[in-house]
């Protein structure tokens, strides 16, 4: 009718990524070198892979979405992030 429904096309570049934190409060950046607490990824690499933030382990190369890594209660990250 006047196709005030009308559905956009998304192609993903009107998506901003959020903010992360670890379990301490402490901001995450890529780049930054992380001890993860879920999937076995022991210590992580923040990466931006396609728009989205991963965690790769340095020490099985496994890629985990940042969105597996939210915790429910504090939606906080289940990581901590290592000091150099």
């Known amino acids: 009718m006047f196709n005030l429904f009308k559905k956009r ?3 993903g570049k009107n998506l901003s990524l959020p903010e992360l934190f670890d379990l301490n409060d402490k901001q ?3 780049g ?5 607490l879920r999937y076995e990824l022991g210590k992580s ?5 396609g728009g989205q933030y991963y ?6 190369g496994k890629k ?7 915790d429910a209660i504090t939606e906080k990250q289940k990581v901590k992030k ?3």
């Not at 985990?64 to 939210?70: A, E, F, T």
């Open 32 to 36: 930054d070198k992380v001890e993860s």
């Open 45 to 49: 690499e923040l990466i931006l892979e």
């Open 64 to 70: 985990v979405i940042w969105l597996k890594m939210v």
């Open 82 to 84: 290592l000091e150099e």
């Open 55 to 60: 965690y790769q382990s340095l020490e099985t």
């Open 28 to 30: 995450l950046q890529v």
């Open 9 to 11: 096309p998304d192609n």
